[in-house]
């Protein structure tokens, strides 16, 4: 009687473990999304920011 008790133990051990485990990286997997977005974002503001300062150096060039 004690091993059957024993595997059905160690068996919702290795659950629980698991479970914690796609909790963990669930929280990290949603971190790095969010680390994404600003990231992108950030490229997209500098982007424009490139786009604004090339269009103000083309007219300065044609100006001459």
């Known amino acids: 009687m ?3 008790m024993f595997a059905v133990a160690v068996g919702f051990l ?3 473990v698991l479970s914690v485990l796609a ?3 669930f929280v990290e997997a949603q971190r790095l999304g969010r680390q ?3 990231s992108a974002r950030r490229i997209n ?3 424009e920011d490139l786009e604004r300062a090339a269009v103000t150096t083309a007219r300065s060039v044609d100006a001459l």
């Open 23 to 25: 909790v963990r990286v």
């Open 14 to 16: 290795g659950i629980a």
């Open 36 to 38: 994404v977005s600003e």
């Open 2 to 4: 004690f091993w059957p």
């Open 45 to 47: 503001r500098a982007a």
